[in-house]
T-cell receptor
Framework: DGGITQSPKYLFRKEGQNVTLSCEQN?????MYWYRQDPGQGLRLIYY???????QKGDIAEGYSVSREKKESFPLTVTSAQKNPTAFYLC??????????????FGDGTRLSIL | SQQGEEDPQALSIQEGENATMNCSYK?????LQWYRQNSGRGLVHLIL?????REKHSGRLRVTLDTSKKSSSLLITASRAADTASYFC????????????FGTGTKLQVIP
């Protein structure tokens, strides 16, 4: 079955450490997204990519970095510059193209905490 | 700031009752989507309604869109305990980009 796999499910970060969250999809989707979810605040867009080797900053990109070297993969690095990284991180994908926005398919998230 | 704001923030109903959630947004949209999130899980897409549509149905779900009031509602009829989840609206603007903006969600509890 096609879907999105996020790993790990739980991740702990030490001060000054960079950590990378994995996101892999086998849906053959061009567009991929990273969101951060804090309690009571809904989802906020960190980065998105509409095609391989291209990505754009979302609303809260500071302290995060991404790469899109393969269509299937869109890893997110939470750098030490992100001072409040504790949150639930969600990866999503969708088909791309012009016109109206398409439904997004989500992974089951990675919960990041500070040690 | 968030484009969509859901109302109410939390809703508790008995099994079999109908549940209505509302979403208001601030600027013109291309389309509006509703998603469900079970606790600790990713979001699941429920329904998409375009700006030129007024109502859409999918099973027990009914979505309306009033672009003059910049608002949408999601009605779940004959609710079940399995409908317990958070529900989010997401709005997409014109411009050809795929990004959407999510609201803060309504937490629905259906009591068996």
């Amino acid at each position: 079955d096609g879907g999105i796999t996020q790993s790990p499910k739980y991740l702990f970060r030490k001060e000054g450490q960079n950590v990378t969250l994995s996101c892999e999809q086998n849906l053959n989707h061009d567009a991929m997204y990273w969101y951060r979810q804090d309690p009571g605040q809904g989802l906020r867009l960190i980065y998105y990519s509409q095609i391989v080797n291209d990505f754009q900053k979302g609303d809260i990109a500071e302290g995060y970095s991404v790469s899109r070297e393969k269509k299937e993969s869109f890893p997110l690095t939470v750098t030490s510059a992100q001072k409040n990284p504790t949150a639930f991180y969600l990866c999503a994908s969708s088909i791309s193209g012009q016109g109206y926005q398409k439904p997004q398919h989500f992974g089951d998230g990675t919960r990041l905490s500070i040690l | 700031s968030q484009q969509g704001e859901e109302d109410p923030q939390a809703l508790s109903i008995q099994e079999g009752e109908n549940a209505t959630m509302n979403c208001s947004y601030k600027t013109s949209i291309n389309n509006l989507q509703w998603y469900r999130q079970n606790s600790g899980r990713g979001l699941v897409h429920l329904i998409l309604i375009r700006s030129n549509e007024r109502e859409k149905h999918s099973g027990r779900l009914r979505v309306t869109l009033d672009t003059s009031k910049k608002s949408s509602s999601l009605l779940i009829t004959a609710s079940r305990a399995a409908d317990t989840a958070s529900y989010f609206c997401a709005t997409g603007n014109s411009g050809g980009y795929q990004k959407v903006t999510f609201g803060t969600g309504t937490k629905l509890q259906v009591i068996p």
